[in-house]
């Protein structure tokens, strides 16, 4: 029986990819990819001699086991109906593991195009409907738009910011009881000061060895602040999460820099 008459017996539309070549064939045009994501016919979006940087094959599996554990712990054993936002979200790799984890509805946004695209692919190739991605700043969340999610990632973007407390106060605006923040820390004890590190970073560009991450400077210089851990915990208790804790780093296929003290990954309770 061909495709076509196995789609019309079952009455569900052919996939957007039928074969292994044509869904490589994509993932090489949209490459590099920052997340490991799995695809049907054993298809992966890192491509060895595609890739820009050399976690672009272990973040999203050294992320999920590191911090997911103790997400779902926090949510009671599953995301299940849960509404869940991914800001910062780029190829949305943490956004398909939130549906799989039973997430009602997730939402991820990113301000460059390149990522939301790649997201997009990803979505059709795996035929998810419960994961919607959007081209959007994240100053543009809304309570009165969006409503309020169960819970919010915001991985790899708090070191990012020219405004971190008004950045994080809008995200914070339309997270219910939890908040998980993955973000680069400046060195220093972690008891010292709240203390904010500003660098000025160098615009990237679709040629640049960051182009899986950084997309979203292209072309311009931004300043952007580093915190330290304690300047991470004071931030979140200010928007209102009473219970913050930085999860320790026990995995051990964990990126060596959050042994190093220069990652680390928060969740936060109201």
Known sequence: MSMDDQAGATGAPPPAFPTAAELEAEVRRLAPFHHDIALPFGVRTHVPDLARRTDEATRLSSLMNHAWPALLAASGGSLAGKRVLDVACNCGGFSFEAARAGADHVLGIDVVQKYIDQALFVKTALGVGNVAFERRSLLALDPEKDGRFDITLCFGILYHLE??????????????????????????????LPLWQMTIPNPSHADSPRASVALWRANRRICQFSPNQRAVVELLKFLGFTKVRKLPHRHPDLEPRYREGTRATFLAQR
């Open 163 to 192: 405004n971190p407390v008004a950045a994080m106060r809008r995200i914070a605006s339309v997270t219910g009881p939890i908040m998980l923040v993955d973000t680069e820390l400046m060195p220093g004890p972690p008891n010292a």
